[in-house]
């Protein structure tokens, strides 16, 4: 387990996983889940989809919070599509473990993801 809260680690408390739940319903050892979450590596593409229903967001946001994990301490993840139109910040994840919402990743705003 990791000893600080990396933004893999804080989706996966804010879903109400811990590493063995997160584990035994993907199919994959803890240390797998771990592994990620150190930023040490990736989950599979084909792993990728189940991850995020399981952590209740869209491919898109764990692209993102996937991308703070790797991101090196202090920095903030570059998103792909910076500075293009309107943005919406998902910070509940980094804000269930002590974050300010200004770090965390932001998603493009979609019909779909809108929640209305």
């Known amino acids: 387990m990791a000893t600080k809260s990396s933004p893999l680690g804080c989706a996966r408390s804010a879903a109400g996983h811990t590493q063995e739940t997160l584990a035994f ?11 990620w979450e150190a930023g040490a590596s990736e989950p ?8 995020a229903k399981l952590l209740n967001m869209s491919l898109a946001q764990l692209d993102q919070v996937l991308q703070a994990t790797d991101a090196p301490a202090g920095q903030k993840p ?4 910076q500075g293009a139109g309107p943005r919406r910040t998902h910070s509940r994840y ?6 300010r919402s200004s770090d965390a990743p932001r998603v493009p705003t979609t ?3 809108r929640g209305n």
């Open 25 to 35: 319903a993907l199919g994959v050892s803890v240390s797998t889940v771990g592994r």
């Open 44 to 51: 599979l593409p084909t792993t990728r989809p189940k991850l």
């Open 78 to 81: 570059a998103s792909a599509d």
């Open 94 to 99: 980094w804000m269930s473990c002590g974050g």
């Open 111 to 113: 019909p779909t993801s």
